[in-house]
Every structure is written in C-alpha cells, then in structure tokens.
C-alpha cells in the first residue's frame, strides 16, 4: 500500500514560469513533509520541509502548501530555473516511525 | 557547517565477501539513516539509529547490520555478499526540533558486487 503518491510522472515547465509538483499521502498519522531533489545516481538534496501542524513553509524559490484534509501537499518552484531540470521526492516522516516514506517522484523539466 | 560524508565512494567486492560502510553525521544530528537505492526499487529503508541505538529496521535479512558509536558516527556491515546487493547506499542524518524536521543525505558509496 503506497502511503506517499506523486501521481504525476513527468512535468514540463518553461523558464520563469512556476512549476508545481503535487503529492498526496493517505496516512494522517504523518507528522512531517519533505521535498527532494534529485540526480541520477546521486542521493537526493533535502530542499523544505513542512510540519503537519501548518500549512505552508517557504524557503526562498520554493514554498510547500499543505492541505490536511485532503491530504495533499504541493510544492511551488517561482521562478522556475533550467537547473531546477530533476526527479523531485515528497517524503513524509512519522516522528514514532524513524523512517521516511517516500512518493515515487516526479520528473520536471524546465525549458529555456 | 559540513554535510553528512560516507566512506568509502565506491568499492568493489565478490559474492560471499562482506563489506563495511561508514558514514559520519552533520554535526548536532543525533540520527542516522540508511537507505538502499537502485534502479528497480528506488530508495528502501534499511535502519535507524538515535543515540547508539536501532529504533527501525526496513525488511531486508539479517545479513544486513548496523551500528552507531558515542560520536553518532555509524556503520554498515553487509555479510556473505549477493550479486543482488549491488546498489548505492545512502546514508542520511536528520535534525528534529520543534516544528522542524529536516534529513540531509550523504553522496553515497556505490558497491559493486561480482
């Protein structure tokens, strides 16, 4: 049972404008949300987190929106940028649990 | 501040061999996670450890092992090696106060098995 899904494979962006990744969970008991961004064959780059007692968090180009009762969380890249081009991760962390979940990713490209 | 380093990068070992990994936290975090990543599976949860001790454990056998020292340093020992346990090992380092959660991962160290 994925706990974590980013139903989105794939998303195409053009420089400047915003890229939205979206991941939703099913388990209510998580207490943290986490974004990565990811190479191939490297380990993913932490990028922001949330706590599941807000509802949104921003770190300069990137901001996370949570919305707990639909169990959705997003992550908005302004401006989005040709490096941003990666898999991106949401991740969720259950303080009890020890271990991240992960979304099985999403692929964004940003087009110059 | 430095970010979390695995040691060695990359190695390359025989079935039936066995295989430490080490991996030294940021400095402050008090936990340590391992993580499988390959091409087929993605990223699985091996383990986690919180003050020398192993709070979880992902599903893989017994031939999978850890450790963390006083320092928060921690090692991984893999025994009688498969072909299957070919992959890249990612140690990561995590940091909770508050409302705060953050995990950083290390570089990783690619084992090759023949």
């Known amino acids: 049972d994925q706990q974590v899904k980013q139903n989105s494979p794939s998303l195409s962006v053009q420089e400047g404008r915003i890229s939205i990744l979206n991941c939703d969970y099913t388990n209510s008991m998580f207490d943290y949300f986490l974004w990565y961004k990811k190479y191939p064959a490297e380990g993913p780059t932490f990028l922001i987190s949330i706590s599941s007692i807000k509802d949104k968090n921003e770190d300069g180009r990137f901001t996370v929106f949570l919305n707990k009762s639909a169990k959705h969380l997003s992550l908005h890249i302004v401006p989005s940028q040709p490096g941003d081009s990666a898999v991106y991760f949401c991740?969720?962390?259950?303080?009890?649990?020890?271990?991240?979940?992960f979304g099985g990713g999403t692929r964004l490209m940003v087009k110059p | 501040k430095a970010g979390v380093t695995q040691t060695p990068r990359y190695l390359i070992k025989t079935r039936g061999q066995q295989v430490t990994l080490s991996c030294s936290p940021i400095?402050?975090?008090?936990?340590v996670s391992w993580y499988q990543q390959t091409p087929g599976q993605g990223l699985q949860f091996l383990f986690e450890y919180f003050s020398e001790t192993q709070r979880n454990k992902g599903n893989f056998p017994g031939r999978f092992s850890g450790r963390q020292f006083s320092n928060s340093r921690s090692e991984m020992n893999v025994s009688t090696l498969e072909l299957g346990d070919s992959a890249l090992y990612l140690c990561?380092?995590?940091?909770?106060?508050?409302?705060?959660?953050?995990?950083?991962f290390g570089p990783g160290t690619r084992l090759t098995v023949t």
């Open positions: 991740a969720a962390y259950i303080n009890a649990g020890n271990m991240l979940t």
């Open positions: 400095s402050g975090h008090r936990s």
């Open positions: 990561a380092s995590s940091f909770l106060v508050g409302d705060s959660y953050e995990q950083y």
